[in-house]
């Protein structure tokens, strides 16, 4: 059985959010809408890792998540609270509430699942994600490189290429969709997880390494949102 996630917000366009962050995961999203319902689901589903929004009616995130903790049968689900920005007295609440961690909105994708993955290791980071094949050049450590684009997302790339790479390494790359009437798409990234020869992570997978872009134009998304629309969905 596929391990549970609680959503608690009272505002749906933030479920649905999260819903689509969630979406290439294989976990069972369960949602609630304060922490009255919230508690009432946790009851019944005992959920793996929950997502629970500070200001809400009835029970706020504070009060839900103290009684939660407060619970010797619950308190070891991990609860990460989603606060409004900036707002420090809305932290040290959360804080004295007990919460294992901290969002901040608006809510970014990557930061998200890498606290979701943090506790609940089924979390997929991937993108829908379609095959593309084309020549990349990089930068890296000051050094130009090309390599092979196997696929692609508007949110990252992978890279078929025989040289050393490292988790975190910072790159600039340049690239042209093919069959595309784009042009250059110019972009900065990270290396997000890297396939070698020593540590095959997806055998299916040529060696090589995954990509999340940290800076591309609003153009270059464009472009790519719509390569991946017209090329289909998610890679097996």
């Known amino acids: 059985m596929p391990p549970k996630v609680l959503l608690?917000?009272?505002?749906?366009?933030?479920?649905?959010?999260?819903?689509g962050f969630l979406k290439?995961?294989?976990v069972h999203v369960l949602t609630a809408r304060d922490g009255v319902e919230a508690l009432e689901v946790i009851g019944r589903e005992r959920p793996d890792l929950i997502f629970m929004d500070l200001n809400m009616p009835r029970m706020d995130g504070a009060e839900c998540c103290a009684r939660l903790k407060a619970d010797p049968l619950l308190r070891c689900l991990p609860v990460v609270m989603v606060t409004a920005e900036g707002k420090t007295e809305d932290r040290e609440r959360c804080l004295r509430a007990g919460c294992d961690d901290f969002l901040t909105k608006p809510i970014d994708r990557a930061c998200y699942l890498e606290k979701a993955r943090r506790y609940l290791p089924a979390i997929d980071r991937r993108d829908l994600r379609v095959p593309c094949r084309c020549r990349v050049v990089f930068r890296v450590f000051g050094v130009s490189l090309s390599g092979e684009i196997i696929n692609v997302s508007p949110n990252g790339l992978y890279i078929a290429s025989d040289y050393e790479m490292s988790r975190g390494a910072t790159l600039d790359l340049a690239f042209a969709l093919p069959g595309e009437g784009s042009g250059t798409i110019v972009a900065g990234g990270r290396v997000a997880w890297v396939n070698s020869r020593k540590g095959r992570?997806?055998?299916?997978?040529?060696?090589?390494?995954?990509?999340?872009?940290?800076?591309?134009?609003d153009a270059a998304v464009a472009a790519l949102k719509g390569f991946v629309e017209r090329h289909g969905g998610p890679l097996p």
């Open 201 to 217: 992570l997806q055998q299916g997978l040529p060696v090589g390494f995954g990509v999340e872009f940290d800076t591309v134009a």
């Open 8 to 19: 608690v917000d009272d505002v749906t366009m933030f479920l649905e959010i999260q819903k």
């Open 24 to 26: 290439l995961s294989s």
